[in-house]
């Protein structure tokens, strides 16, 4: 069945009432109507029986003929019409999954504006994310919030993080311009350095602490990381865009893509190329790990000396940030 001008679609009765077949089986009827009109006045034996034959037949004649073309008129629907309409919604629906995959490839599935404080819907999600991941990749400035989330969670994983060198001030450069632009106008170049190196120290030793939280971990330190911060789970990236100079907000625009996407396979693989850098100086943690193993870890890939006053000053720091991270991020820790 076709539709009309309103949307509302037609039955066959009324699409042959509109054609030209219509109009020619409503000329019979009128035709016969008026013959017996004729005949009805007419005198016997004055052709009055032609003409009343002549009434009949052509009402006979205008019966089947409507009757026929409604049955052709039907069989045609179903004949043309209806595989017709089938093809294009299949069309329609491979269309749809064809957009979807696209969808699925280029775009995120969540998008994540820059807020001033920790925002509680994006920790939430993640948080999903990790306890349903099986390895955790974390590549940023200081690891200090991939610590957290291990701590605040209860299960098990395999980590692999990517941190920057504390020893090495190009390397946080990066971080210092985009900490400058949502400081105060007075805060130096040289607080704001101070800030991230202590950063960078408090992180390595969040992620010794939380090492029970991981069958294994693997930690490189790096020296130029790049800026932008990457979280990858089994199913979903997070791109967190520390290189958008349009945001005006300490935590910038966070985008996940989910797995199988282009950018998923993109980060994965850069992640790996990152790792396997001969530049990058590894640090192996796990469960059974001493505090003098790490500490030696420690001065290893960082070249600075780590006192037992200095670890302890360091752990305090991180349970404070751990602290303040679960309220403002609503995590329950």
Same mark, same amino acid.
């Given at each position: 069945m076709s539709a009309d001008g309103t949307g509302r679609r037609k039955n066959p009765i009324q699409e042959i009432f509109w054609t030209r077949t219509g109009l020619l089986l409503l000329i019979l009827l009128v035709t016969?109507?008026?013959?017996?009109?004729?005949?009805?006045a007419m005198a016997a034996g004055t052709g009055k029986n032609l003409v009343t034959a002549l009434a009949t037949g052509t009402l006979v004649s205008a019966i089947v003929g409507f009757g026929q073309t409604l049955i052709t008129a039907?069989?045609?629907?179903?004949?043309?019409?209806?595989?017709? $309409?089938?093809e294009s919604r299949q069309a329609l629906r491979d269309l749809s999954a064809e957009y979807r995959s696209m969808n699925r490839e280029f775009f995120p599935t969540h998008v994540?504006?820059?807020?001033?404080?920790?925002?509680p819907a994006f920790n939430r999600l993640m948080m999903?994310?990790?306890q349903s991941t099986r390895q955790y990749l974390f590549r940023g400035f200081s690891g200090r919030h991939a610590a957290a989330r291990l701590l605040l969670s209860r299960a098990e994983w395999e980590i692999r993080a990517v941190v920057s060198d504390p020893q090495n001030l190009s390397g946080i450069s990066g971080r210092a311009r985009y900490l400058i632009r949502h400081s105060a106008a007075d805060v130096d170049q040289d607080t704001i350095n101070a800030r991230l190196h202590d950063e960078i120290r408090i992180g390595l030793v969040g992620l010794y602490l939380a090492r029970s939280r991981c069958t294994r971990m693997e930690v490189s330190v790096i020296s130029d990381p790049?800026?932008?911060?990457?979280? $990858?789970?089994?199913?979903?990236?997070w791109v967190t865009l520390y290189s958008d100079a349009r945001s005006t907000n300490e935590f910038p625009r966070t985008l996940r893509f989910s797995e199988g996407s282009f $950018?998923?396979?993109m980060e994965r693989t850069e992640f790996g190329r990152i790792c396997a850098s001969p530049f990058a100086h590894q640090m192996v943690i796990g469960p059974s790990t001493t505090r003098d193993e790490f500490i030696a870890q420690f001065e290893q890939v960082t070249g600075s000396k780590l006192t037992e006053e200095t670890f302890l000053e360091l752990t305090a720091e991180f349970h404070r940030f751990l602290r303040e991270f679960s309220v403002t991020a609503e995590l329950g820790g």
């Open positions: 016969s109507g008026l013959a017996m009109i004729v005949s009805s039907t069989a045609s629907q179903r004949a043309m019409l209806t595989p017709l $309409i089938e994540f504006e820059p807020t001033a404080e920790p925002d999903q994310d990790l790049p800026i932008d911060r990457v979280e $990858i789970f089994d199913g979903s990236v $950018i998923y396979n």
